[in-house]
């Protein structure tokens, strides 16, 4: 892929106020406590939970105070690269102003798990997965606007994320907290990386009353996704 040539004074001249009062994020449902299983009472229960928090990497500290949905990425180094973080860096918080664009992205990811795992090529994978909104709001750069539109080519690879790493890590360094950009998975959506829990907050309501319980069924060559007590239905096909 060519490099792209943008102009660092971009990061500048190019930054906008952006508030973006509903983002759509979707996780696995793993925060569920399990351990009530391995224990006799909510004290033990506790005990356990405090032990298990102590064990986690420490907080970042414009984290504190805010609901665990809205730090957990930027607690964690990521196992595999994604569109604007290589690997070995802490993670940032990905999401979408359309449910069908975050849903787009899971779905992505599972086909992805199932398709570099050899001995899942014939299974069926079902995981259950919360979907839940957040309030953005900070420095941002949009590129699908000019001057950033100009590479639009490098900032929509599927698979090469040099180019938007490279951005990225210069974004950072120049203040920026969030980065506008088209949908790959969900063509004609917008998705938002978001650099800084500070960028981050609850949406009016609440975030717990904007979750969504949605179940995901994926095979090599299928992801079938859909909400539990609602209507919502997606479906991809690899």
Same mark, same amino acid.
């Given at each position: ?41 909510h004290?033990? !229960?506790?005990?356990?939970? +405090?032990?298990? /928090?102590? $064990?986690?990497?420490? %907080?970042? #500290? @414009?984290?504190?105070?805010r609901h ?60 259950? !997965?919360?979907?839940?909104? +957040?309030?953005? /709001?900070? $420095?941002?750069?949009? %590129?699908t #606007? @000019? ?54 907050s ?15 069924? +994926? ?20």
């Open positions: 892929m060519t490099q792209a040539q943008w102009q660092p004074g971009w990061l500048a001249d190019a930054a906008t106020h952006l508030v973006e009062p509903a983002v759509w994020r979707g996780v696995e449902t793993q925060y569920a406590s399990s351990s009530l299983q391995l224990v006799d009472s004290a033990e !229960h506790d005990a356990l939970e +405090a032990l298990l /928090e102590a $064990s986690k990497p420490p %907080l970042p #500290s @414009p984290a504190q105070g665990f949905l809205l730090f957990t990425p930027f607690r964690y180094t990521p196992l595999h690269p994604s569109r604007f973080r290589a690997l070995g860096h802490l993670g940032i918080w990905y999401g979408a102003r359309e449910l069908k664009a975050a849903c787009a992205e899971v779905a992505y990811w599972r086909m992805r798990f199932i398709l570099d795992s050899a001995g899942l090529a014939r299974r069926k994978i079902t995981t259950r !997965h919360t979907f839940f909104m +957040a309030r953005v /709001e900070g $420095s941002c750069i949009d %590129l #606007s @000019p001057p950033w539109s100009a590479f639009e080519d490098a900032w929509k690879s599927t698979r090469d994320y040099t180019q938007t790493q490279r951005l990225a890590e210069a974004a950072e360094a120049a203040g920026i907290e969030v980065i506008r950009y088209a949908s790959v998975r969900a063509p004609g959506c917008t998705c938002f990386a978001v650099f800084t829990p500070e960028a981050l609850e949406p009016a309501g609440g975030l717990d009353r904007s979750r969504q319980r949605w179940t995901c069924t +994926a095979t090599h060559d299928r992801v079938l996704m859909a909400e539990d007590d609602g209507p919502g239905r997606c479906e991809w096909d690899c």
